[in-house]
């Protein structure tokens, strides 16, 4: 394996596996927008809820993947979602967007998860930065500004993560049953500097900057764990830990490579300096969840014991761009080898050459979780098609 081959074999995978997946199989050309799901058995469920999430990252993949491969197609896919999505998910009435419409594109969770608004910015800003549309750069930014004005903590600093539709008080406040409901978490933090590092790209703007540096420093004093260099995971809102000791590995390498971007365009030297160590500090911690065929395992709870080892799609994507970050900043060459490693396992285990698109996981033994779903409110092309991306871009 090498540098051409792996950008070969990415760029391959992601006009002929994923995004011809979605466009032929999951773009719902009745009511607009993408279908709420396909099951882990490859059947289509036309009438399931269309989920925030999924539709933000559609609006960013098919933004971004016209931005770097220039096909028309991709922009008209992305065209159709960003209107689709200034239509339905934005809140006329009370701003932000909606977590969750019906199939046909009725509201039926109104609450406001910043993590979602956050897509939102995202997905809108790379549709800006690919196109140079003044309405998507416009929302983009009111979508900050709700942002700072309704989830940031002025007390103890950091974001919240949720309100009800009005941007009142919400009880609870978790992304799904999967997670512990704390007022703060990594995951919403790292999904919000994630989209104020893409709108810093088109929008010089000094509150952005400011905010930027602040998410940078929260990372670094708060979320950062000193002892191990893994990044916890739960907090109060006065930063206390909660839902105990876990490690999430793939959120570990996701947020050195994400942290390391963010600093980047900034363009500040010293910041960029600081953050050089904690980068490689981060992603070396995450080679706790490493297998020998080159896989991750998802993440572990060191008060019980447990480790989730099973090998999901999204991790492995994360994987592969976070060490081949570390090969193209620091040319550290055994970080480049994991990379290969890591895609060649997605390439034999993850990747579904029949139907498309990759399968959500295999257990350590190599068992299929056909359980999950193949495409749905939190499987889609983000993370695989953003990893492919990352690699054209990189190497050009």
Not at 237 to 262: F, P, Q
Not at 271 to 298: I, R
């Amino acid at each position: 394996m090498n540098i051409e081959k792996l950008k070969a074999e990415a760029k391959d995978v992601l006009q002929n596996n994923i995004l011809s997946f979605w466009l032929n199989k999951m773009e719902d050309r009745e009511n607009r927008g993408y279908y709420g799901q396909m099951t882990g058995k490859g059947e289509l469920v036309k009438t399931a809820n269309k989920g925030g999430i999924l539709n933000a990252r559609m609006l960013w993949t098919y933004s971004s993947a016209y931005r770097v491969l220039g096909n028309p197609e991709y922009l008209m896919a992305a065209t159709r979602q960003k209107d689709y999505i200034l239509e339905h998910f934005y809140d006329k009435e009370f701003g932000g967007t909606f977590w969750e419409l019906d199939y046909l594109g009725n509201p039926v969770d109104t609450k406001k998860q910043f993590y979602a608004l956050g897509f939102m910015i995202y997905g809108l800003s790379e549709y800006a930065r690919a196109t140079g549309d003044k309405e998507a750069l416009e929302y983009a930014i009111r979508l900050f500004e709700t942002i700072e004005e309704h989830s940031l903590d002025k007390e103890y600093n950091g974001y919240i993560e949720a309100c009800t539709r009005e941007w009142g008080e919400i009880a609870d406040m978790r992304l799904s049953d999967k997670d512990a409901n704390f007022p703060k978490s990594q995951n919403t933090h790292l999904h919000i500097i994630e989209p104020y590092t893409n709108l810093y790209r088109i929008w010089k703007d000094e509150r952005l900057e400011k905010a930027l540096r602040n998410l940078i420093n929260i990372f670094t004093d708060k979320i950062l764990n000193p002892e191990t260099h893994h990044l916890d995971l739960f907090f109060e809102n006065d930063w206390t830990r909660g839902a105990g000791a876990l490690e999430s590995y793939g959120h570990d390498i996701e947020c050195s490579w994400l942290m390391h971007e963010a600093a980047l365009v900034l363009g500040d030297e010293a910041l960029l300096a600081k953050m050089e160590t904690v980068v490689k500090q981060v992603a070396k911690a995450s080679e706790k969840g490493l297998m020998p065929d080159g896989s991750m395992v998802h993440e572990a709870n060191l008060d019980t014991g447990y480790v989730d080892s099973d090998l999901h799609w999204w991790v492995q994507a994360e994987t592969v761009v976070g060490f081949i970050n570390l090969y193209e900043h620091f040319n550290d060459e055994d970080a480049l080898n994991k990379a290969f490693s890591c895609w060649e396992y997605i390439k034999k285990n993850l990747i579904d050459y029949e139907n498309g698109e990759w399968f959500w996981s295999r257990d350590k033994d190599g068992n299929l979780n056909t359980t999950d779903d193949k495409a749905g409110f939190w499987k889609c092309p983000y993370h695989n098609g953003r990893m492919c991306l990352e690699i054209i871009e990189r190497f050009k």
